[in-house]
């Protein structure tokens, strides 16, 4: 089920993009929407079994939540480009926490399954010392 809901909200996406090309501002609702119900059904169905997983998933689906309300400043509705560049910029920060929360994460997974390799390799009959 996890994996439909995940393969049917990518169709949507692309549907969006491709059908309302000519309606921006429609796209970013569609995109904001789809975003909320996302995160509404990670929250409610926990389709992931580790928790840590789900709460990984709320964090980057929050991330492109807060981007996709940001995309509204880039519609033809603001024609202020100095704030256009500042949004920009804070787009580009948002990406950046986003990448480095996920770097992060994947670092200390994988110390603790490197951690968890040498114990068993110190633990084998043949790396003790013989009396």
Not at 19 to 44: D, G, K
Not at 52 to 68: D, P, Q, V
Request: hydrophobic letters at 45%; a positive charge.
């Amino acid at each position: 089920m996890c994996n439909f809901f995940f393969m049917m909200r990518r169709l949507l996406l692309i549907l969006i993009a491709v059908m309302l090309s000519e309606h921006p501002a429609f796209q970013v609702m569609a995109f904001i929407s789809l975003s909320e119900l996302t995160i509404i059904y990670i929250i409610y169905y926990r389709p992931y079994e580790d928790r840590k997983t789900n709460y990984n998933e709320i964090f980057n689906e929050s991330c492109i939540l807060a981007t996709s309300y940001t995309l509204f400043i880039f519609t033809d509705y603001v024609n202020d480009f100095s704030f256009r560049e500042i949004m920009g910029y804070c787009i580009i920060g948002c990406i950046l926490l986003n990448f480095g929360v996920n770097l992060l994460i994947q670092v200390i997974s994988s110390f603790k399954s490197l951690k968890l390799v040498f114990r068993r390799l110190l633990s084998h009959p043949r790396c003790r010392k013989r009396s």
